[in-house]
């Protein structure tokens, strides 16, 4: 049987419609990686932040089951705090900061700010101390406040 090169159009593939070399090929793979590998790093950060934006909003939630169960109960609720984090134990919690995050404890005390290596919270709101907790990662700062007259928790 003779190949013609009428041939080349029924079916046989011609030379630019082989496929690709190794060459090719691997310098595809190479860039697919590269690329991957951008994703990753862009994703890890990205998950770090939102890990340090929710310790906030725990806090928060936190402080504010803490205040309940103090006013609820007729008790003082102590909050104890570490360097790794903060503990109310008559809520059962127990949390750690995520990994590269920091918080500073201040509460109002004679007009100035002092930190503070522990906090009591009343069972009546108008007694609340007045709280500020500077959550920190890197150069990203939150607050988290208890405003004294009020007792209300929030993020600001």
Do not use: C, K
């Not at 793979?29 to 340090?52: C, E, K, N, P, T």
């Not at 928060?60 to 169960?69: G, I, M, Q, T, W």
């Not at 201040?106 to 290596?117: D, F, N, P």
């Not at 522990?118 to 405003?147: A, F, M, N």
């Amino acid at each position: 049987m003779v190949i013609s090169p009428a041939a080349d159009q029924g079916g046989w593939p011609s030379a630019n419609e082989r496929g690709m070399t190794l060459l090719e090929l691997l310098i595809a793979l190479s860039i697919f990686a590269a690329v991957a590998s951008l994703s990753g790093v862009a994703l890890a950060g990205s998950l770090g932040h939102l890990r340090y934006q929710r310790s906030a909003e725990q806090l928060v939630l936190d402080l504010r089951r803490a205040s309940l169960r103090a006013r609820s109960s007729g008790d003082e609720t102590a909050i104890q705090l570490t360097p790794r984090g903060y503990s109310i134990e008559a809520l059962d919690i127990d949390r750690a900061w995520p990994q590269g995050v920091t918080a500073v404890w201040r509460v109002r005390q004679a007009g100035s700010w002092q930190v503070a290596a522990g906090l009591t919270l009343p069972p009546r709101t108008i007694q609340s101390p007045e709280l500020e907790v500077e959550i920190l990662r890197g150069d990203d700062r939150l607050s988290v406040q208890i405003d004294r007259v009020t007792g209300r928790v929030h993020a600001g």
